[in-house]
C-alpha cells in the first residue's frame, strides 16, 4: 500500500474491524480531490474500499444504538455510513468561518469542531446545530483561531483544544476559556472514564487536567510535534513527527517500534475492544499488547 497510498487517520471499530483514511499518491499527483476509506475485517483477512471524489480528514465510528461511520471533510461535507447504505451531508458553517477539523462522536452524539472555534452537534440525520455558544468566533475578527480536537466522558463535561494553546470547556450550556499552560498548537485531546482530560501538540506538549486546572507533563523523549494520542490499558500512546511515544504506567516516556515505512511518521493512534491502532504517512499497524504489532496490507 505504501507505493500507491499517503494515510491521514484511523479508527478501531471493534476488535475484528478497523478503518483507514487513505489518498491515492498518483490522483494527488494530478491535484484531483480524492479519498479511499479503508476497512479491515481481520478474521476475513480481508480489506474492503469506498471511494471518495473528495478529501477526508478524520472519521469515527460508534457501534451503539447502530453502527455508524461518519467521514468529515475540512469543506465540511460528511459521509454517513450505516446499514442502510451511505448518504452525504454537509455542515454550511465552513464556508463562512473557515475549515472543518475534527469529527468525534460523544455520547449519542457526533459532533464538529473548526475554525473560528465552530462546534456543531448532529441532532437529526442533516441536521447539524450549532453549539458553540461563548467560543465561536466572527468572521470579521482578524485573529487566527480555531479547535482542532474535541472530546468529553459525558455530553455535559466537553473539552476542545485548537489554536494558540487555547483549551476551552463546555459544561452543557455554553463554553468558557480555560487557563492553558501553553500557547503552542494543540492537535488532540481525549478524556478518561475518570473525567480527566489529556492534550497533545506541537513542540512535544503534553496537557494534562480538568476543569480550570492544567498542568504540563514534562517529558524528554521527543521536541517533535505530537498529532494524536490513546490510552491502551495504563499507558498512553503519542503519535509524533519522529515516531510512536509511550508514557507508562510509571510515568517513563520511551519509543516504540513499529514495523513498516512509516514507523518515523505517526499520524493517529486509537484504541477500543482492546486493540490499538497506529496510522503512519506510509504504513498502518495494530496491536493487542503494546509490543507485538501487525502491520496491515
Known amino acids: 500500500m505504501a507505493d500507491h497510498f499517503t494515510f491521514a487517520t484511523g479508527v478501531v471499530q471493534s476488535a475484528d474491524v478497523l478503518r483507514a483514511v ?5 490522483l494527488n499527483g494530478k491535484g484531483a480531490p480524492n479519498t479511499t476509506l479503508m476497512k479491515w475485517v481481520l478474521s476475513e483477512g480481508k480489506r474492503y474500499d469506498f471511494h471518495l471524489d473528495w478529501y477526508v480528514n478524520k472519521v469515527d465510528v460508534r457501534t451503539t444504538p447502530s453502527l455508524e461511520v461518519c467521514a468529515l471533510g475540512p469543506d465540511g461535507r460528511v459521509n454517513v455510513g450505516s446499514a442502510n447504505g451511505d448518504r452525504l451531508e454537509r455542515i454550511e458553517g465552513a464556508s463562512r468561518y473557515g475549515v472543518e477539523r475534527s469529527l468525534s462522536f460523544i455520547g449519542a452524539h457526533a459532533y464538529v469542531v473548526g475554525m473560528g472555534r465552530q462546534v456543531y452537534r448532529r441532532d437529526q440525520p442533516d441536521i447539524w446545530t450549532h453549539v458553540d455558544q461563548g467560543a465561536l468566533r466572527e468572521p470579521r475578527k482578524r485573529s487566527v483561531v480555531g479547535f482542532n480536537a474535541i472530546a468529553g466522558r459525558t455530553e455535559n463535561e466537553l473539552y476542545a483544544v485548537g489554536f494558540a494553546g487555547e483549551i476551552f470547556g463546555f459544561d452543557g450550556r455554553s463554553w468558557r476559556s480555560l487557563d492553558s499552560p501553553t500557547n503552542v498548537i494543540l492537535n488532540a485531546v481525549i478524556v478518561r472514564s475518570d473525567g480527566s482530560a489529556f492534550a497533545c501538540g506541537q513542540a512535544g506538549v503534553l496537557l494534562n487536567g480538568r476543569g480550570d486546572r492544567w498542568a504540563q507533563i514534562e517529558q524528554d523523549e521527543t521536541e517533535e510535534q505530537f498529532w494524536d494520542l490513546a490510552w491502551f490499558g495504563t499507558e498512553l500512546y503519542l503519535a509524533a513527527d519522529d515516531g510512536l511515544v509511550r508514557m507508562t504506567s ?28 497506529c496510522v503512519g504517512t506510509k504504513s498502518v499497524s495494530w496491536t493487542t499488547d503494546g509490543r507485538t504489532w501487525n502491520e496491515l496490507t
Not at 487513505?22 to 498518483?26: E, N, V, Y
Not at 515505512?261 to 491502532?277: A, E, I, Q, Y
Open 22 to 26: 487513505a489518498q491515492s499518491d498518483a
Open 250 to 277: 510509571d510515568g517513563r516516556f520511551e519509543a516504540v517500534d513499529l514495523p513498516g515505512d512509516g514507523v518515523s511518521n505517526p499520524r493517529s493512534v486509537h484504541s477500543r475492544d482492546g486493540v490499538l491502532l
